[in-house]
């Protein structure tokens, strides 16, 4: 699968341990930063997954930094993006099953490196059911994407 991975400086130290190990089970990556532990701004990063699984460069996408919390605020600005903030098995799963998730979000300074490849792997592994009261769920997010208040 081709997977998108990006984090802020918080994120850095893990984003690296995860592309290898996503590596080492035959996934391709694109990595969209950052390139060091120097501040940086997770907004940047929400939006270089984003846009990278939005476009279809990426089938999926994995951001970091260092709650989660932020990003995931962020991503979720980004029409047709489903992010969620995981920090176990079940909801990185399930997210996709019945909310057809498309970006993981994790937490750096909250779980570590052996609790995330766990969530990616479950992550990455699970499908949409498409089962009518999800699909049917999932087209009222739409509409709310494009309510104005």
């Known amino acids: 699968m081709r997977v998108c991975v990006g984090g802020d400086h918080a994120g850095f130290e893990l984003k690296r341990e995860l592309e290898v190990a996503l590596r080492l089970e035959g996934h391709e990556v694109l990595d969209v930063g950052a390139d060091s532990s120097e501040p ?81 792997r479950a992550f990455l592994a699970a499908r949409f059911s498409g089962e009518e009261r999800h699909v049917r769920r999932l087209a009222k997010v739409a509409a709310l994407e494009t309510e104005r208040s």
């Open 40 to 120: 940086s701004d997770y907004p940047d990063f929400a939006r270089a997954v984003g846009e990278a699984v939005r476009d279809g460069r990426s089938e999926r996408g994995v951001l970091i930094c260092g709650s989660g919390v932020g990003a995931s605020v962020a991503a979720n600005k980004l029409h047709g993006i489903r992010a969620a903030v995981c920090h176990d098995t079940y909801s990185a799963r399930q997210g996709v099953e019945h909310d057809d998730m498309n970006v993981l979000v994790l937490g750096a300074r909250v779980i570590g490196a052996a609790l995330a490849r766990e969530l990616v």
